[in-house]
């Protein structure tokens, strides 16, 4: 049986990796854009082909998936001129690996669905490197058939691949994870950067933590910075930000309150707003110690 077409749209880091992925196992992508061309000039050397837009991507390929930061760029691929929308046909699917906002991609579906279309949202777990290995945890969901049908794509690039029901529930899923790790991450930034305030030792801090059921892989994280001067999540402050403010808009959109979340959104904004967006988030321990005794402007 014939592989299907891939178009991919979004060639970062992770994008990138992801290609070369489906690439060596033997698809036939077509690429579009990012301000970087490093990505799509690997992509073309490898024998894939640059498209001309969204448009016609969508109309030359069976599956499209789309890896970009934000809702607004996912939207802007799917809805702009010459865009995703005006290519797509009876029976394509659309993937969307990025962490989005559920309101979002709900109305994306609607709107493909209207021409016959499928789109699924697949986050992703892990990093480049994974990727390029076809090692990522991918948390897909919406119509399973579909799903069925692309789950084989899916494998290659993914260890764990998982559908978690209907659409929407992916993106939902990662919000709340990425919630839940950065209130951690940002938890223990803070316990670190007191236990210096103090004159209290970070490792006997640690140990008395990890002794007892606090203890977890995002502690570890920022104790192998904390401790070793390991950055082991290559997860940047500027996309923390944006991952804990998509959950905040996601609680908003289903009128509720989220009073945990702010704390963490307000470190994180600060952080980034006064130039440090590009530190990873391990490094939000050197940030707090820094900025212990300041008051939020």
């Known amino acids: 049986?014939?592989?299907?077409?891939?178009?991919?749209?979004?060639?970062?880091?992770?994008?990138?990796?992801?290609?070369?992925?489906?690439?060596?196992?033997?698809?036939?992508?077509?690429?579009?854009?990012?301000?970087?061309?490093?990505?799509?000039?690997?992509?073309?050397?490898?024998g894939g082909t640059e498209a001309a837009s969204a448009k016609a991507m969508a109309e030359a390929s069976d599956i499209v998936m789309i890896c970009v930061g934000t809702s607004d760029q996912?939207?802007?691929?799917?809805?702009?001129?010459?865009?995703?929308?005006?290519?797509?046909?009876?029976?394509?699917v659309i993937i969307d690996f990025g962490t989005s906002l559920p309101a979002s991609t709900l109305k994306i579906g609607a709107d493909l669905a209207e021409k016959g279309a499928t789109y699924l949202d697949a986050p992703l777990g892990r990093t480049p490197a994974h990727a390029r290995d076809g090692l990522l945890n991918i948390m897909c969901a919406g119509d399973e058939a579909a799903f069925d049908r692309v789950k084989p794509v899916l494998d290659t690039l993914g260890?764990?691949?998982?559908?978690?029901?209907?659409?929407?529930?992916g993106h939902t899923i990662k919000l709340i994870n990425n919630f839940y790790a950065m209130t951690t991450a940002m938890a223990m930034s803070e316990a670190f950067a007191m236990a210096d305030a103090a004159g209290i030792e970070r490792?006997?801090?640690?140990?008395?933590?990890?002794?007892?059921?606090?203890?977890?892989?995002?502690?570890?994280f920022i104790r192998n910075y904390a401790m070793d001067g390991q950055v082991d999540l290559a997860f940047s402050v500027t996309n923390a930000a944006k991952d804990v403010g998509y959950y905040k808009q996601?609680?908003?959109?289903?009128?509720?309150?989220?009073?945990?979340?702010?704390?963490?959104?307000?470190?994180?904004?600060?952080?980034?707003?006064?130039?440090?967006?590009?530190?990873?988030?391990?490094?939000?321990?050197?940030?707090?110690?820094?900025?212990?005794?300041?008051?939020?402007?």
């Open 1 to 46: 049986m014939s592989k299907p077409s891939i178009g991919f749209i979004g060639l970062g880091l992770m994008g990138r990796a992801m290609v070369e992925c489906l690439q060596n196992a033997g698809y036939t992508l077509s690429v579009l854009g990012h301000r970087d061309r490093s990505g799509i000039e690997e992509a073309v050397a490898r």
């Open 74 to 92: 996912v939207e802007g691929r799917i809805y702009g001129p010459d865009g995703v929308l005006e290519g797509t046909r009876e029976g394509q």
């Open 159 to 169: 260890e764990n691949v998982f559908h978690l029901g209907k659409l929407g529930n």
């Open 203 to 220: 490792g006997a801090l640690y140990g008395v933590l990890a002794a007892g059921p606090n203890h977890s892989g995002m502690m570890d």
């Open 250 to 297: 996601m609680a908003d959109d289903l009128k509720r309150h989220s009073r945990i979340s702010g704390a963490p959104l307000a470190t994180l904004i600060e952080a980034r707003d006064g130039g440090s967006g590009d530190l990873m988030v391990p490094q939000m321990v050197d940030w707090m110690a820094r900025n212990l005794g300041k008051e939020r402007p």
